[in-house]
Structure formats: structure tokens, C-alpha cells
DNA sequence: AGCACA
């Protein structure tokens, strides 16, 4: 609800308090749209890693890119861009430590501009080619098209809109603010919206082809919601990104959310 | 540990 404090006091401890919010250890670089991470499981293909940093962070806004590498030098690291680097300040601030793959996230801000917002901005200068006398800007406004498909495997659900989508360069600054912060992770999912006609089965039918499903439980007195339950909190991140907005009747988009703890 | 632009 009040996200006023942002980020803004790099660093911690304005006015004695003993606000320990990050400690010296951390470097607190300046905000910025992209967040580097590292600290990943290195074990996991890269492929997939970027599929589900995608689908842990795209609570927080519209991301642009996911990036991570397979080069010894960035092996267990990843840069997620944001449109908007107030997302990626929540990003940061909500998922620092999540357990990700069996590890926990360790997330900065990126030290430098990505590419691609450089490349919005104007500001771009391609690194390969250093001749100095190449000061000529190409103004090329090409349209980068970076539509991130993660199709998640299986059906694909018709989400006109998850969440955040509206595009936030398109909205008054000082409106294109989250909506809110978004609910915990959790391993369980809490369906909402569903057909009164809506047995268990269609249910796992749809939920069960993503990774770490466990069971759906719905509730007899209560038609049209449901539980389904994973093995992680990232594992149901991923089902949600998948089936939040699935229609089962044109006129019963399927909410998804975390179930409350 | 490691900050890139597959």
C-alpha cells in the first residue's frame, strides 16, 4: 500500500535509526530498470531458467527481457529488464532470498543500462564496433520486438491481460505505480471464477501439466473456487503465469492468485 | 565469485 519510501536512500540509516534494511554488505547500487542476480543454481539449463525467472517476476510488472548466460564467467547469473524500474525496485525488494531452485536469489540492481533500454532511449552505442570515428548516431527507429513467448508447455491460456500488463509508458507517471504489493508466494494456488460446472478433474486436466503438481481441492459449499496445490512456491508461480485468464467458458476468466498462508 | 546484451 505505501510504497512511498521507494528506494531512494541508498543508503540505510537516515537519521540514526537502526534500520538495517540492507547492511553494509550490501552494495546498493542506484536504481535502475534491470536486476542483475546471481547466486543461481547453476545446475539448471539455461532455457528453462530464463522461462522461470520470467514467470517469477512478471508479478512485478512488464519485463522486457530475461538474459542469463552459460559462459563460465556468468554461470548462476541473470539480468531480468524491466519497463519500469519501479518494478524492479519491488522486484528486488520482494523476491531478495526467494528460494529459487533450492537457492536463495541474491538480487541487485544492474550496474549498467541494458542494451535494449539504451536502444529505446537513443543511447546505444554497439560495443563491437569501437572505431571512434563512428560518432554518426544511425537514428534507425527500428521497433525492437521483444515479445517474451514463454508458452509454458501444454495449453495456453487466452490472458488478454495478466496483472500488470498495461503498458506503463503509456499512463501518467505518477499513476503507473503498481497496483499493489502483490500477494506472498505459495506453493498453493487459490482459483477463483470458475463455472459452477467445473469439476476436479477439468481442473487437474489444466493444472497438472505444469511441473510440481500436487492436487487440486475444491470446496463443495463454495462453487467456483479451487485450490491447487505444488511442490514450491516457484513451481505454482509458473502454473499461475500459465493459467491465469484461462478460459474454461468464454465468460469465466480463471483468477489465479496465491492462496493466503 | 562472477555485471551481459544468444
Known amino acids: 500500500m505505501e510504497n512511498a519510501m521507494g528506494v531512494a536512500g541508498a543508503g540505510a540509516g537516515a537519521g540514526g535509526g537502526a534500520v538495517t534494511t540492507t547492511s553494509a554488505d550490501a552494495p546498493s547500487l542506484p536504481p535502475n530498470m534491470t536486476i542483475y542476480i546471481n547466486n543461481l543454481n547453476e545446475k539448471i539449463k539455461i532455457d528453462e531458467l530464463k522461462k522461470s525467472l520470467n514467470a517469477v517476476f512478471s508479478q512485478f510488472g512488464k519485463i522486457l527481457e530475461v538474459l542469463a548466460f552459460k559462459t563460465f564467467k556468468h554461470k548462476g547469473q541473470a539480468w531480468v529488464i524491466f519497463e519500469d524500474v519501479s518494478s524492479a525496485s519491488e522486484a528486488l525488494k520482494r523476491m531478495q532470498g526467494f528460494p529459487f531452485y533450492e537457492k536463495p536469489m541474491r538480487i541487485q540492481y544492474a550496474k549498467t543500462k541494458s542494451d535494449l533500454i539504451a536502444k529505446a532511449d537513443g543511447t546505444f552505442v554497439p560495443r563491437e564496433r569501437r572505431k571512434k570515428h563512428d560518432e554518426r548516431a544511425d537514428r534507425k527507429k527500428r521497433e525492437h520486438h521483444h515479445d517474451n513467448n514463454y508458452s509454458g508447455g501444454g495449453l495456453s491460456a487466452t490472458h488478454g491481460a495478466y496483472g500488470v500488463t498495461p503498458p506503463l509508458s503509456q499512463l501518467p507517471l505518477g499513476v503507473a505505480k503498481l497496483p499493489e504489493a502483490p500477494a ?48 514450491d512456491e516457484m513451481q505454482s508461480t509458473v502454473a499461475m503465469q500459465g493459467l491465469h485468464g484461462f478460459k474454461i467458458t468464454p465468460q469465466n476468466p480463471m483468477h489465479v492468485t496465491y492462496a493466503k498462508k
Open 184 to 231: 506472498p508466494p505459495n506453493s498453493i494456488l487459490f482459483v477463483q471464477n470458475l463455472p459452477t460446472e467445473t469439476t476436479p478433474m477439468m481442473l487437474q486436466m489444466l493444472f497438472c501439466q505444469y511441473p510440481g503438481f500436487k492436487e487440486v481441492r475444491m470446496v463443495e459449499t463454495k462453487p467456483g473456487i479451487a485450490f491447487v496445490e505444488y511442490g
